[in-house]
Every structure is written in structure tokens, then in C-alpha cells.
């Protein structure tokens, strides 16, 4: 068998025109066009490579673009005030920190700051309890991204089998959380779980997050599964994910490739999050 593609390129362009089309609205009906204030401490080049593709792809779907950038010996103190600004100012629809930030300063403590109606990444405690309780808020961008790609190759979730390897606060936990949510049968794996691919072959959807380069390989993958794969490495063979993806998709039904798959999902996410947040600040939800 070879496993169908799964065009995450193609799903997150869609994705953007809806929201570029939802912005549009906005605006006709007398509403702000939304704010992204993305934060950037220090010059780290893969992080200014993040924040600028967020900016561009921000202002291509009609937002403003509210970027500040902070030098990376700045002090605790003057980067929470710049977030309590950010926080008090109406024309800020969203505010999204990139980390990591510079390790002499407590990002936990910068994004506590945050308030979760302008938490655009989904990562303050406020937004993630509600996950946790199942009530509506702003979710993890990762993961609702993997979600809409699911939901656009007709994936069916209901009772199904599904295995999340990795359990972190930005992807694993959130993801089996967002899982669960759609009646699925969710078993998170983690460093220590006994026979990792004992567990894997079990899912009919699985989900990689666990950053360690072709971690998972065809024998960890029941014939006709849903793989997901939300790594990216860079190697000396280009970009590579967690799973093995030339071998597993010889087994999978479905696969997403790397890069080209989950990536291009999260910035769409983090443009929908930011309409999103845009229409309920200024009370007009649809
Ligand atoms: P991400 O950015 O994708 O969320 P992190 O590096 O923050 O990834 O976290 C990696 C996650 O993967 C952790 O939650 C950890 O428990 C999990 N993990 C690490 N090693 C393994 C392994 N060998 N098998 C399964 N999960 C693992």
C-alpha cells in the first residue's frame, strides 16, 4: 500500500482565505481589522524566521501588523511592561510571544501576563484549563491545526483508535485533549512508556510529536492508519520528522509529509485564532 498525502500546504492555504474572506467581513460590518502584536526578544535566526513568516502571512489575510521587538539582554521587568501594554491596547487583537526567549528571562512568567481572551497560541493557564474542561476558548495552534486536517481527509474520530506519542503543553497533551473532545479512544505516549510501538499499532490515527528524528518506523504502524506527523529536524538529508515517512508510508492509509504537512497548519491556526479573538473582542461573533 502507499499511504495518500496529505497536503498541508494546500488545507492551511484554505484555511487563510477563510480567514482573509472572515476579516473582510469584519470590516463590512463595522468592526476593526485584527491586530497581531507578535513579540520577538533577541535576534535568534530561526525564531526571526517564524515571526516573519507569521507577519507576512497576517497582513496577507487584511490584519494589521503590531510586531515589537525587544533587544535579548532586555530586563524581566521591561518585557512584562511591554505585554501589559500590548494587554491594554484595543487596536492588539492578539498577542503572541515567540519562545524561546532568552534564558535569563522567565517566559512563564511573560506569558502569565497574557490575557486569555488576546492568547492567540493558546498557552496561558486560562486557555488551557478550558481545554481541560471542554468550554470553549482559544486553543494550542498546533494541535487544532492537526485537528482541521483530520477533518478535511474525512478522518473518522468517533470510538476510534488514537495514540499521541509525546505529552507536552504545546502539542502532546493538548492534541489527545482536542482528541478526546471528538469521541475518540486516546492514549498519550511518552519517554518512558513500555513498548512504543507495541502501543502505536493499536491507533488508527497517530499522532508523532515527540521531536525525536524517525522515532517511529513501519513496524509501529497498523496497515491503513492515519499518520500525523508534527516534527521537523533539520538534517543533512533536509527536513525530516519523527516518523520514518518513505517506510511508514508503504503501511498508512494517510500521511502527512514533512515539511509540507502540520507546519503550514500552525501559522493558519494562529491567523484564525486572532480573527477569532478580534470578533469576540469587539462583540461581533457570528
Ligand atoms: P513538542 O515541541 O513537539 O511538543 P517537546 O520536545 O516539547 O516536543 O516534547 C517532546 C515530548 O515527547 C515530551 O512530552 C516527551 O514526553 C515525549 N517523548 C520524548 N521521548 C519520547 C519517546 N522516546 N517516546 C515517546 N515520547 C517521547
Known amino acids: 500500500m502507499t499511504a495518500q498525502t496529505i497536503d498541508g500546504t494546500a488545507v492551511a492555504r484554505k484555511v487563510r482565505e477563510d480567514v482573509a474572506k472572515g476579516v473582510e467581513e469584519l470590516v463590512a460590518r463595522g468592526g476593526t481589522a485584527p491586530g497581531l502584536a507578535t513579540v520577538l526578544i533577541g535576534d535568534d535566526p530561526a525564531s526571526e524566521v517564524y515571526v516573519r513568516n507569521k507577519r507576512k502571512l497576517s497582513v496577507a489575510a487584511g490584519m494589521q501588523d503590531l510586531h515589537r521587538h525587544l533587544p535579548g539582554d532586555v530586563d524581566q521587568a521591561t518585557a512584562a511592561a511591554l505585554i501589559d501594554e500590548l494587554a491594554a491596547d484595543p487596536a492588539v487583537s492578539g498577542i503572541l510571544l515567540q519562545l524561546p526567549t532568552p534564558k535569563h528571562l522567565d517566559s512563564e512568567a511573560l506569558l502569565a501576563r497574557i490575557p486569555a481572551e488576546k492568547d492567540v497560541d493558546g498557552l496561558t493557564t486560562v486557555n488551557a484549563g478550558l481545554l481541560a474542561q471542554g468550554r470553549p476558548g482559544l486553543r494550542p495552534c498546533t494541535p487544532s491545526g492537526v485537528m482541521v486536517l483530520l477533518d478535511e481527509y474525512d478522518v473518522p474520530l468517533k470510538g476510534a483508535e488514537a495514540v499521541v506519542v509525546g505529552r507536552s503543553v504545546l502539542v502532546g497533551k493538548p492534541m489527545a485533549q482536542l482528541l478526546l ?47 500525523i506527523d508534527v516534527g521537523i529536524h533539520r538534517t543533512d538529508d533536509g527536513l525530516r520528522g519523527d516518523v520514518d515517512t518513505a517506510a511508514v508510508a508503504e503501511v498508512a492509509g494517510k500521511i502527512t509529509p514533512v515539511p509540507g504537512g502540520v507546519g503550514p497548519m500552525t501559522i493558519a491556526m494562529l491567523l484564525a485564532n486572532t480573527l477569532a479573538a478580534a470578533k469576540a473582542q469587539q462583540g461581533l461573533e457570528d
Open 181 to 227: 473532545e471528538r469521541h475518540a479512544t486516546v492514549t498519550i505516549c511518552h519517554s518512558r512508556t513500555r513498548d512504543l510501538a507495541e502501543v502505536c499499532r493499536r491507533a488508527d490515527v497517530l499522532v508523532v510529536a515527540a521531536g525525536i528524528p524517525g522515532l517511529v518506523a513501519a513496524d509501529a504502524v497498523k496497515p491503513g492508519a492515519v499518520v
